[in-house]
């Protein structure tokens, strides 16, 4: 913190920033140098609070292409505590949000022109939605920032303005009774805020409604492909293991001409499930995911079959095989993207798998079996 | 969109409600509306049991059985007999 203090100190000139007065976590305590978007500091009654630009970087952007698409988004944070944009007053709006940088950008961007507090909730480096399901973006913590940072000194109304996401974990009432402070929850999304402030303070009811269009969906599709795929070459391991095996050994010849349809085929229902049911999501039929993704599995087996010849006529069990277990996989890859919509719900889920697990452990079961028979067929043992 | 039918969890007591609104306010999916002063459900199967309703109700008048509609989450509680969890508050993994 101290470090911080100097940069940003030094940034602005010699300022006098009077001493935090109800301990040490007023100002949020950055490990390291100070990042580029904090811009200076801000002198309150409660301490100094660091000012935040509310444009985003070129590496902001490349960021948040990291943690569309890896683990990186997993040590994305900020640190929390009170933040300002502007040049917030004593009678200037305070905006809640999480320490995971990437719901900490969509804040800071939608306050441009805006002067206003920003209070980050420790949340564990996770997004306001998922967090406020898991209770640490909730009640205690926001009355625990609220305390900590002295957030009684710095403002003079008693307004806070939670997003409309983190309800989950946030009781209203009880924040109130125990800080005096009124929670009002704004709109979904962060870049409805200067409408809604505009407006009085009132989201509109296309404001309070979570939708799922295409692009949402999209930006979703690289992290439902990549753990699948972490696990693909293990299976691309497998499947040469089974077709290169002879009598005589692993034949590599056998191994690639008989396992290449197999590995390209499960390229293509991984693809299915982690890809084309959730851009699809509304337009493929069932309103189950596991129907989904199967259905979506069955068309993505059938098609290289049936025209693209992948697998020849004559391996008739290799064929039941194939639409045994592809479509199986598509549909439990496609279940898994229930994590990540906006609209399931756990009961549902929960019915999904009750009626899922058990088929996917028979088709599985089946599957193995096919192809158990069809290489005791090719050794010409039955 | 909308999820399975029948399956929702959410119980809602009128004669609990003073029509405060909250329930309005926070749900996501448009499930309650305001007519007379008091709350009602109106498109029930809309609902995801996120229980931000249920949190923010102070009058006790919203039940519903909250949790994460997450399949990767279930099947982990499953396996290690313990509550959902997809590793979102840890270290690791992959977030629902």
Known sequence: MEKLKLTVIQKRGPEAVEPCSCGPSCAPEQGGAAPEWITGTLSTPAGSVPTISPELSSSDLWEH??????????????????????????????????????????????????????????TKGINVWCAAGKGTFGTDELIRRITQTCLEKVVSHKRIIVPQLGAPGV????????????????????????????????????????????????????????????????????????FGLQPAGVIFRDAFY?????????????????????????????????????????????LPLQYAGLVGQPDTLLRIAAYAFFPMLSSYIALQFTGSTTFTGMSGVKKELKIALPVYAVFGGISLLLILAYKLQQWRMI | MKYLCNVVTLEFTPEKCNGCGRCVEVCPH??????????????????????ACMNNCAFDAVKVNAGVGCAAALINGMITGG??????SGDTGACC
């Open chain 1, 65 to 122: 292409v990291k943690c569309r698409t890896s683990s990186f988004r997993t040590r994305y944070t900020v640190a929390p505590g009170l933040y300002a944009v502007g040049n917030p007053v004593a009678d200037s709006d305070v905006f809640v949000s999480a320490n995971y940088k990437l719901s900490f950008d969509a804040l800071r961007s939608s306050l441009a022109g805006l002067d206003a507090w920003l209070l980050v909730l420790d």
């Open chain 1, 171 to 242: 009781s209203a009432h009880v924040v109130r009774q125990k800080t005096g402070f009124r929670v009002h929850y704004g709109p979904v999304r962060a870049k409805d805020i200067p409408a809604y402030c505009a407006g009085g303070y009132k989201a509109t009811r296309e404001m309070r409604t979570v939708k799922f269009p295409l692009m949402d969906r999209l930006v979703l599709t690289p992290m439902e492909i990549n753990p699948a795929m972490e696990k693909f070459p293990l299976y691309a391991l497998i499947v040469l293991l089974v």
């Open chain 1, 258 to 302: 008989g396992g290449l349809s197999f590995i390209i085929l499960g390229l293509i229902a991984v693809l299915a499930g982690a890809f084309v049911t959730p851009l699809l999501l509304p337009f493929v039929p069932f309103r189950s995911f596991a129907l989904k993704g199967w259905l979506m599995g069955m068309l993505a087996t059938f």
């Open chain 2, 30 to 51: 448009g499930v309650f509306v305001i007519t007379d002063k008091k709350a009602s459900v109106v498109d029930r199967d809309s609902c995801m049991e996120c229980g």
């Open chain 2, 83 to 88: 509550p959902p969890s997809c590793d979102c």
